[in-house]
């Protein structure tokens, strides 16, 4: 099995190169054939590498040395243990129902080979990243994932705004990855070495202040793959990119990065109480604020998107709260219901023509009855909704928060959670609720998704209905309860672990979470599908509702604070620097070699005695020096 790990990530890479190279030439069956299927491959053998890994144990390989330079070497190598194998398995099976989705999705655009050989080389840097065996590896990765996102956000490169949404992300991405990048410079100098297994049984004789500074600069690497505050503001304009786009790099990929990222150095940040800490703060701080913008967005897309950084935030909470197997956990349940949404998005977007905007829409549960139904089913998963699998993984989050970070920090979390249940209630209700709001064009156009669309997505309802059986509270006393947990122990020391509540304590904050819960769903309901309540226009909201809906204007206070101060400078620079004096000097050298040139040109006169006054003058001054010396 260990020579065919390479295959994994191998197979999708080879799809990028067939449909990038000769995807023009090639049926659209044919270029959807070969980017789904090499996935599918992957997902075969990441299967089997799960079978290896539960009955033997972990696998490593060595590939080749791809870097040797004195004491750094970095081989390209993979470790496959139980918590890359379950990220792989995420990736390539979310990852494969996505492509098949993008089948029908993308089936009339002009770019379909483009667009599968971009998820192709997605697929291929996020498996580098969770299977790499090392930091350079993972950091190989993670800059892939980045450039695949800069090249999907920006697909429809013909639209200005779209390409400013796909620069906006690639740049602050950048911005975290320097972080990253100085946080593997000094777990180099200080461990001598950058392989996970060396480093994590070496953290004896590192200082604790300097563990400290290298989980907090790993974190900032984080913050701006999982879209944490200050650097979440490229996410919600990454919906730029196609609905699937949107899928992958919210659900399965690029933003689970971070997640999976401090999971695999738990073992660092365990020995720094102050580096959870700011991993806690900051997740909670991201996970109420996104979720409050969330409330007043009207584009679909844009109320999941924010719904994204909320989740995210939730998962960074747990960390900090070093329950890794609950944020862990909750990333699975995650990839589940919010593909399936992000998916059923689409489905409404393709049925509506393009409309994006809910106040446009209502009454689509008629007539599209199959994706009623499974967003439904996501929606009541992300809320929490009782026996969902979103209901377990947040009521995870939630225990252990409380164990180990008091009430204050559990109720925050909690209203964290109403907030999820408000907005897509808001959303749910408003979309498919009431009557049509839509043009008579549209109505017209209404129609189910394909198949090869609708499929998937009830694939996807289903793990989001069941998902919650990979670790179910020892509470309910079902068979395999905490499955995850135990499965998770060998990367995931008991240290890193919190401890079960009392069971009493944990029904009474399950009570108290499910039945508030349930109290704001009926509200939503009761405003936007029995009342019909459809949002106003935005110039007629309130004050503190234009305020949310413009997203607190933190775009427009970064703009005023970094973007239009770089770029007067970059244009000050330009004039002064560029033209005068780069090009100043390049010119002036030039103008100077023609005036010389135009001189001693004009020797060459032509004139018979010209030449001969020259000739002796030359045999004069050959002469003089012959005898003065």
């Known amino acids: ?137 993972m950091f190989f990765g993670w800059e892939g994932v980045g450039l695949c996102s800069y090249l999907l956000i920006g697909f429809w490169y013909n639209n200005v705004e779209y390409g400013k949404a796909a620069r906006k992300a690639f740049i602050m991405n950048r911005i975290g990855d320097l972080g990253l990048l100085l946080g593997i410079f000094l777990i180099f100098s200080h461990f001598g070495s950058i392989s996970f297994l060396n480093v994590f049984s070496k953290t004896t004789g590192v200082a604790p202040e300097i563990i400290t500074l290298i989980c907090l600069l790993l974190f900032v690497g984080a913050m701006g793959k999982s879209a944490q505050i200050p650097l979440y503001t490229w996410l919600p304009d990454a919906m730029a990119g196609p609905t699937p786009v949107s899928a992958l790099i919210h659900a399965a990929t690029m933003v689970t990065a971070g997640i999976y990222m401090i999971t695999r150095c738990n073992v660092l940040y365990s020995l720094s109480p102050t580096a959870l800490g700011v991993v806690a703060a900051v997740g909670l701080a991201t996970s109420i604020f996104a979720a409050v913008i969330g409330l007043r967005q009207n ?52 049925a509506m023509g393009g409309e994006q905007d809910i106040r446009n829409m209502g009454g689509l549960r008629k007539k599209l009855p199959v994706t009623f139904a499974v967003f439904a089913i996501g929606t009541l998963a992300i809320m929490g909704f009782p026996l969902m699998s979103g209901f377990f993984s947040k009521d995870e989050i939630f225990a252990n928060t409380f164990l180990a970070g008091g009430q204050l920090w559990w109720g925050l979390a909690v209203l964290s959670g109403l907030l999820t249940t408000a907005y897509m209630g808001r959303l749910l209700f408003v979309t498919f609720y009431g009557e049509f709001r839509g043009t008579e064009e549209q109505r017209h156009h209404l129609h189910e998704s394909p198949k090869v ?72 309901w009761l405003l936007y599908a029995k009342k019909r309540n459809v949002p106003v226009a935005d110039a007629a909201q309130p004050a503190l509702t234009r305020l949310i809906a413009n997203k607190f204007y933190v775009d427009e206070i970064y703009d005023f604070l970094f973007v239009k101060p770089l770029e007067k400078l970059g244009t000050w620079l330009y004039r002064s620097a560029d033209i005068r004096l780069i090009d100043g000097l390049v010119n002036g050298v030039g103008s100077g070699v023609q005036a010389f040139g135009a001189q001693v040109r004009k020797l060459q006169s032509g004139g018979l005695e010209n030449y001969l006054v020259l000739m002796v003058g030359g045999v004069v001054v050959f002469l003089l020096m012959l005898f003065l010396r």
């Open 1 to 137: 099995m260990r020579q065919l790990i390479p295959l994994i990530p191998f197979l999708p890479f080879l799809g990028f190169l067939v449909n990038g190279l000769f995807g023009k030439k090639l049926t659209k069956q044919a270029v959807g054939l070969i980017g789904s299927g090499t996935v599918l491959l992957s997902f075969v053998l990441s299967l089997f590498c799960f079978g290896e890994v539960a009955n033997g144990g972990a696998l490593q390989t060595t590939v080749y040395e791809w870097l040797s330079v004195g004491d750094f070497h970095v081989p390209f190598g993979f470790l496959v243990d139980h918590l890359s194998v379950w990220m792989m398995l995420i990736v390539t099976g979310i990852g494969f129902l996505i492509h098949v989705y993008s089948i029908g999705y993308m089936h009339g655009d002009e770019g379909f080979w483009r667009f599968f050989a971009y998820l192709n080389l997605f697929v291929f840097s996020m498996l580098l990243l969770v299977m790499g065996d090392n930091f350079v590896m």
């Open 299 to 350: 584009d679909i897309k844009k109320v999941l998107a924010y719904s994204t950084v909320s989740q995210l935030g939730l998962m960074f909470l747990a960390l900090g709260m070093g329950a890794y197997t609950s944020a862990m956990f909750h990333l699975s349940t995650h990839a589940f219901f919010k593909a399936l949404l992000f998916l059923g998005a689409g489905s409404v977007i393709h």
């Open 453 to 524: 669309m609708t499929v998937p997505l009830m694939v996807l309802a289903a793990l989001s209905i069941f998902g919650g059986l990979l670790n179910t509270p020892h509470i309910f006393y079902l068979p395999n309860t905490q499955w995850m947990t135990g499965w998770l122990s060998a990367n995931v020391p008991a240290h890193g672990d919190v401890q079960h509540l009392p069971a009493s304590t944990e029904w009474t904050l399950m009570f108290i979470a499910t039945g508030l819960m349930l109290v704001v769903l009926f509200t939503t």
